[in-house]
T-cell receptor, first 114, second 115 residues
Framework: AQSVTQPDIHITVSEGASLELRCNYS??????LFWYVQSPGQGLQLLLK??????LVQGIKGFEAEFKRSQSSFNLRKPSVHWSDAAEYFC????????????FGKGTMLLVSP | EAGVTQFPSHSVIEKGQTVTLRCDPI?????LYWYRRVMGKEIKFLLH????????ESGMPNNRFLAERTGGTYSTLKVQPAELEDSGVYFC?????????????FGPGTRLTVL
């Protein structure tokens, strides 16, 4: 069965510091990969997605993620964190064919300290 | 363009009562999804509508949950009777086309607490 692991439940980063959120997946085939962010009171917003091609994908708000097939990972990075990045981040995978059943990780809560 | 809206934002009910959650998708989006996040767990898929038809309801936990989408516009998710383990955040999402290449737009969720 497919699964997504986000090993860090909480991460605290100083404003201006770099960020990496980890995501590993277990899937029968190479899935489509996503990162979503949820700010308080808001719905999940898509940050970026990987379907194929260049394994380094750029997203909104200055985020990027790198797909590493050998490690079954899709880690999210940002070179300099802003206080407004404090939110919960979800990694998700979905099938390359068929309908859109997304499988999510448990989420990582990002706290940004001054 | 208005986003996906969900009502209510919070609901607190007692075990055994009935609750109905509503989702209004983005106008023109034929695909509507329900997900649930139980505290400390993953967001899990419940079901997928294409217009008014249930395309996939494999994630529905049991027959206490009933989802409808009459007319292919808004959807309701009824829990009857509610149990303690039904507590969590219920998310709705919509997309214009099916398939994960088409972005799903999520609502803010309904937080359900069953006492």
């Amino acid at each position: 069965a497919q699964s997504v692991t986000q090993p860090d439940i909480h991460i605290t980063v100083s404003e201006g510091a770099s960020l990496e959120l980890r995501c590993n997946y277990s899937y029968g085939a190479t899935p489509y990969l996503f990162w979503y962010v949820q700010s308080p009171g808001q719905g999940l917003q898509l940050l970026l997605k990987y379907f194929s091609g260049d394994t380094l994908v750029q997203g909104i708000k200055g985020f990027e993620a790198e797909f590493k097939r050998s490690q079954s990972s899709f880690n999210l990075r940002k070179p300099s964190v802003h206080w407004s990045d404090a939110a919960e981040y979800f990694c998700a995978v979905g099938p390359q064919s068929g309908y859109s059943t997304l499988t999510f990780g448990k989420g990582t809560m990002l706290l940004v300290s001054p | 363009e208005a986003g996906v809206t969900q009502f209510p934002s919070h609901s607190v009910i007692e075990k055994g009562q009935t609750v109905t959650l509503r989702c209004d998708p983005i106008s023109g989006h034929d695909n509507l999804y329900w997900y649930r996040r139980v505290m400390g767990k993953e967001i899990k898929f419940l079901l997928h509508f294409v217009k008014e038809s249930k395309q996939d309801e494999s994630g529905m936990p049991n027959n206490r949950f009933l989802a409808e989408r009459t007319g292919g516009t808004y959807s309701t998710l009824k829990v009857q009777p509610a149990e303690l383990e039904d507590s969590g955040v219920y998310f709705c999402a919509s997309s214009r086309l099916a398939g994960v290449r088409n972005e799903q737009f999520f609502g803010p969720g309904t937080r359900l607490t069953v006492l």
